[in-house]
Every structure is written in C-alpha cells, then in structure tokens.
C-alpha cells in the first residue's frame, strides 16, 4: 500500500516477505553496500523484464515488510503479478530470491583465485566477436559475478560501443603493460560500465591504438631479450587485475600472430583448475567461409598445444547473425555446425535490430533491450561457460 506523502520521487510501499527471506536480503544489501530500497528495485526491475526463470517461493508466514520505491514501480509490479496470476507476496519473493541467487555474498568468492578466462575469437572478421564477448561479460556481471572485459582489438569496436574513448598512442596501455613498459597500476586504466543490472560489477579495459603494432613489439622484444616469452605476455600483463574478478572475458582482434597466441595462451587450463572452466568461445556464420576460417584457428591452438604442452578447452561454438531467409547455404551450413557436437553450439543467434541499435545508442544490450531474443541468447551462452 502506497504512503500518500511519499519522499521526493518515491513512494512508501508495504507487503510481506518470508522472515528468513527478509533477513537475507538485509545482510546481502549491508555486505553489498547498498541500499535496501535500490535492492528492492533491481530485483522488481529483473524480474519483471525476465517472464522466465523464476523459482516458486514457499511464503507460508511471511511477515509485513516495507521499502521504497520509485513512484509508480509497485502499481506496474502488480500489474505484472496479474498478467502471470501470481500474489502480490509471491511476486516480491521470486524478485528478492533471484536477485539474492545473482548477487552473492563477498564472503562466498574465493579470494584471490585464478578467474574463469574467455577468449572469444575468430580470425575472421565481421562474425560478430564483440558482441559476444560484451553479452557474455554483461550477462555474467548481471548474474553476480565481478567481470572484467578487455577490448584486445586495437581497432576498438567494443570500447567505442559502451561509449569510452580507446587510449592514445604513447600512453601507458595493457599494450604497453605487455611489453613490459608499463608506467603505473593497469587498474588505473579500467572504466566501469554503468547500470543497475550491472551493479558496479563489470569493468572494461579499454583498447588502445598501440595494439596495431604488438605483435611487432613482442616479437623484438622476444628477440632482445633473455627469458621473454611472447606467449605469455598477456597472462603476466593482466596477473595484476585477475584476484578482482571472478570472470575476464577478452574480445580478441582478427588474427592469427603473436597477439592471438598470447590470448590462446592466457586462456589455457591452469594447474588444478576444472576442465571446461577457461577457454575459447569462438562465434561462426552460416557460411563455408566461416568454415575454413574455424579449421585456420583450430590448427593454431592444436599447434600452441603441443609446442608448449598446455591444454585450450574448447567451450563452444556461436552460430551469429543467423538468417534462414539466405537460403540453403545458411541452413545446411547451421547443420553442420550442429554436427561437430565438439565443440558444441552454445546458441543460435538471428539477425535482429536490438543489437545494432543498442551500438547506436553507445549502451550495453542488455541495458538497453534486457527483454530482447538476442538478450536472452547472451544469457544462454553465459550460462553455459561461467560456472
């Protein structure tokens, strides 16, 4: 029940919620830093823009409970209740249950553990690497996770698509960090990327120009220098930044040199670390060209593999920017990728607006259409490679 003289652009609402429910709630938003009113309201706003998913609370005994919210929030939430012919306790509950599953307590992260590791990449431009790499990074970070997402690419589509500046060519940069040159602490360099869904937890490492030139700085250095070792300069670069997050997603540039390598090798399987955890997510068309471009890399990582004896799990395959409307070659070519089994297609994702109009507006998707198929699909696929 709204309060008639509510504070500013808030109202004081009033319901029930199991005690138990209520008490968790209050914790995870103390250890979180957070208000309860802005608790409530990203679990109202997630749960009314996901119809799917939601659990059935037991709320025998629910005791009286109040926040508030922004002017207008509950009249909809009730009317979302009665569109999925749910009460409004247990509405509220489901909302407050999901949001507690998809923000965990600090206390349950182990701290300064090796993060899960994402390489999405391709040698072949145009399939849709950034989108991938953004939508798995929001979707992880909208479930809980701290995730930190690095635009690799020096030509810096996924930087200048959440709205930041790439670095300029002489600043300190993960590039410069690489080559061991850095001049300061690399999370200086880190922008978070705003949104209620996102909670303050995903971060991006912006690109940086100077990556146009790594694989030549590598190389010489690799040359000039005793010990160095090429591969492995992305993994020392960011070694600083992996005990802040539990996921680091990288979106890697077109290609098959040293900068591909380094990535590979940064995702490989750590000592002790689960098979299936790190690892490459690699996005295709519903093409025979993406076919022959899939077999250039497979070589690289097989030929990576047995030159330094590690292990590059494979985590999926992304059949993007699908169109049965192109006709046979886009439906037998889906087939096939169906058909390799290993790696598996993790999703399939049509050819829709939500995403070129979400690089339009310089937001992230799912801020901008978090109810959209491809939304959806993002959460899929992130589902399926961060544990």
Not at 261 to 273: K, T, V
């Amino acid at each position: 029940m709204a309060s008639p003289n509510p504070p500013s652009d808030r109202e004081k609402v009033a319901s029930k919620l199991p005690s138990a429910l209520k008490q968790e709630l209050k914790i995870r938003a103390a250890e979180l830093q957070l208000d309860i009113q802005d608790a409530v309201t990203e679990a109202l706003t997630n749960w009314r823009d996901r119809p799917t998913g939601a659990t059935t609370v037991d709320t025998t005994g629910a005791d009286s409970f109040s926040t508030w919210l922004p002017t207008g929030m509950y009249d909809a939430f009730k009317e979302t209740c009665a569109d999925r012919e749910v009460s409004y306790i247990q509405g509220l509950a489901q909302a407050v249950r999901r949001w507690l599953d998809e923000n965990p307590s600090p206390s349950n992260r182990p701290a300064g553990g090796i993060p899960q590791r994402k390489i999405v990449c391709n040698q072949k431009g145009g399939v849709g690497k950034t989108a991938i790499s953004a939508g798995i990074a929001q979707a992880a970070a909208e479930s809980g996770k701290r995730v930190l997402l690095v635009d690799y690419d020096p030509q810096g589509h996924l930087t200048d698509q959440l709205g930041f500046d790439p670095i300029e060519p002489g600043h300190d940069s993960l590039v410069s960090h690489m080559c061991g040159e850095g001049r300061g602490d690399l999370r200086d360099l880190l922008v978070t990327i705003g949104g209620e869904r996102f909670g303050k937890r995903l971060d991006l490492l912006p690109a940086c120009f100077d990556g146009f030139l790594l694989d030549v700085r590598v190389g010489v250095k690799a040359v000039q220098t005793r010990g160095f070792h090429k591969e492995r300069v992305l993994e020392q670069a960011l070694a600083e930044l992996e005990a802040d997050y539990d996921v680091i997603v990288v979106d890697c540039p077109p290609s098959l040199g040293i900068a591909m390598d380094a990535a590979l090798y940064y995702g490989h399987r750590r000592a002790g670390e689960p098979a299936g955890v790190s690892g490459v997510v690699i996005p295709v068309l519903a093409e025979d060209s993406s076919a022959t471009a899939y077999g250039m890399l497979a070589t690289q990582i097989d030929d990576l593999c047995d030159d330094l004896r590690v292990e590059v799990d494979y985590l999926g395959l992304v059949v993007n920017l699908y169109d049965s409307r192109r006709g046979a070659v886009a439906t037998t070519s889906l087939d096939e990728w169906k058909k390799l089994g290993d790696p598996p297609v993790l999703a399939v994702i049509n050819d829709l607006k939500e995403q070129r109009e979400a690089v339009r507006k310089k937001m992230p998707l799912l801020a901008y259409a978090p109810t959209s198929e491809q939304a959806e699909a993002m959460r899929q696929i992130s589902s399926r490679v961060t544990a």
